[in-house]
């Protein structure tokens, strides 16, 4: 493979910000790809069995792939769309600058107050590469410590960098323009989503208290979701907060004999209450998560077939 360029997309107040191009050489892009070459032949390897993205695979955190024609002005994915179209269109020439005074150390100069980067564009002739950015990785004005068994030890003062990520998040087919996304969970906080998710997973469990939410054709309601418990051991999980967050349509095509068969597979300690002269389900803290498994109907319907072992 033969890296023609580099970018690092930043981010702003939850948003997408700007894309900047890498001054790179052939020796530099070479480590760089080197460092993640073996996740990526493994994420290629996959993507014959991923399927296109549909809800149960945002739900579940599976593998898939979709492509740019067939996302909507509605969709999540389209201000990274937006955003990698006009990259591919027109290739940006927004470097990021630096300031040296003397023997002042270097400072980005055109990075904006509360500007982060979120992850890197590797492109080569065919396909752009996307590696999502750790929070802790990123490097901001610190003397690092560099150990060498040839020379002596050296500090080096980085004004803004980053470790290099060892692992593709996803990978875009620069002329079909099909996206196959490897890591749901990585690729989701790299385009900012996961810094409002808490909000939305918090409106959803609002509307189950109120009774704008049912579940199941019989229309059970939910008890117990205001106590402060519940609430605290929801927010601590972060699969109950991603998946609550993108419950958008009320779903009941299960009727309540068939939940109640699906919360039988669960251990004891794990199982909800019902209530069939209420018509109501009690969630305390030990079943909150089982509360977030049973309101998606993917969920219900693997635990009902057995066939798949799933974590609630």
């Known amino acids: ?63 898939y792939y979709v492509d740019f024609q067939d996302i909507s002005e509605d969709s999540y994915l389209y201000s990274f769309k937006f955003e990698i179209e006009n ?41 752009l590469y996307f590696l999502s950015i750790a929070r802790n990785s990123v490097i901001k004005n610190k003397p690092i410590l560099s150990f060498s068994i040839t020379q002596n030890t050296t500090i080096v003062d980085v004004p803004k960098g980053i470790q290099i990520p060892p692992t593709v998040t996803a990978r875009l087919n620069r002329t079909s323009k099909r996206l196959h996304v490897y890591d749901v969970n990585r690729f989701e906080s790299m385009l900012t989503l996961s810094e409002n998710r808490k909000a939305k997973s918090q409106a959803t469990v609002s509307k189950f208290i109120t009774g704008d939410y049912t579940i199941s054709t019989e229309k059970y309601r939910f008890s117990g979701l205001d106590d402060d418990l519940v609430t605290q051991k929801l927010n601590s999980s972060a699969r109950s907060v ?42 305390t803290p030990e079943t909150a998560k089982t509360f977030v498994g049973i309101i998606h109907n993917i969920i219900v319907q693997r635990l009902i077939s057995g066939d798949i072992e799933i974590a609630i």
């Open 1 to 63: 493979m033969t890296i023609e360029r580099i970018y690092v997309c930043t981010s702003k107040n939850s948003k997408l910000h700007r894309i900047y191009r890498l001054q790179t050489g052939t020796a530099e892009k070479e480590k760089i790809y080197n460092s993640f070459e073996d996740n990526l032949i493994e994420g290629i390897s996959n993507e014959k069995n991923m399927k296109v993205l549909n809800g149960n695979a945002l739900i579940e955190d599976i593998p």
């Open 87 to 127: 990259l591919l269109s027109n290739q940006t020439e927004r470097v990021i600058q630096f300031s040296h005074f003397g023997s002042k150390p270097e400072q980005v100069t055109n990075f904006e107050e509360n500007e982060g980067m979120k992850f890197l564009i590797v492109q080569d002739s065919d396909y």
């Open 242 to 283: 991603r998946r609550l967050s993108k419950y958008n349509v009320p779903e009941s095509g299960y009727s309540i004999s068939q939940i109640k068969k699906a919360v039988d597979k669960l251990d004891e300690p794990l199982r909800v209450h019902f209530d069939d002269d209420s018509k109501t389900i009690n969630v």
